[in-house]
């Protein structure tokens, strides 16, 4: 049986419920990323921070990054999608080579829909990656659709 973990970074919580719900399906352990400096409390610094450390692919420091990545089969990543980008906290953790070979499957969260923009990105630097999943923001009305696709995406994991 593989050894799966499940590595996120979450601000409003939409990649954690599916994060989880990933975890819990694959029986795969769950670590969730912090940055060091955590992001400003109102929505418009949010957006003006998280969009710019996005579009210029800043790596943050994070709190904590599990020290046994490398004991893992496989790597599911979940990011929400800032600038048509992954989250800045997620290049922090695919700074590494082997943490890179090591993800298999990728989740995304937008509320834009940006998602193919974001996954080509991930997708150039992914040698191993066989499985991703683009959901959307709970206030988009496209929501409704992610059980779905989390069921289809669960199903190319397995």
Request: hydrophobic fraction near 40%; charged fraction near 25%; glycine fraction near 6%.
């Amino acid at each position: 049986m593989k050894r799966r973990v499940v590595v996120y970074y979450s601000l409003t919580d939409n990649t954690k419920e599916a994060a989880e719900t990933i975890a819990g399906r694959l029986d795969a352990d769950l670590f969730r990323i912090e940055t060091a400096k955590p992001m400003p409390q109102s929505m418009a610094k949010q957006m003006f921070f998280g969009g710019m450390q996005a579009t210029f692919c800043m790596k943050p420091k994070l709190k904590a990054l599990p020290t046994n990545l490398s004991s893992y089969d496989e790597i599911i990543v979940g990011t929400p999608i800032w600038a048509s980008k992954n989250a800045p906290a997620i290049n922090t953790l695919l700074a590494s080579g082997k943490v890179r070979e090591q993800v298999t499957a990728v989740f995304t969260f937008s509320g834009g829909g940006d998602n193919d923009k974001c996954m080509a990105k991930l997708s150039g630097k992914l040698p191993n990656l066989k499985a991703q999943v683009a959901l959307a923001d709970r206030k988009n009305p496209l929501a409704k659709e992610n059980e779905a696709r989390l069921v289809a995406f669960l199903k190319e994991i397995l």
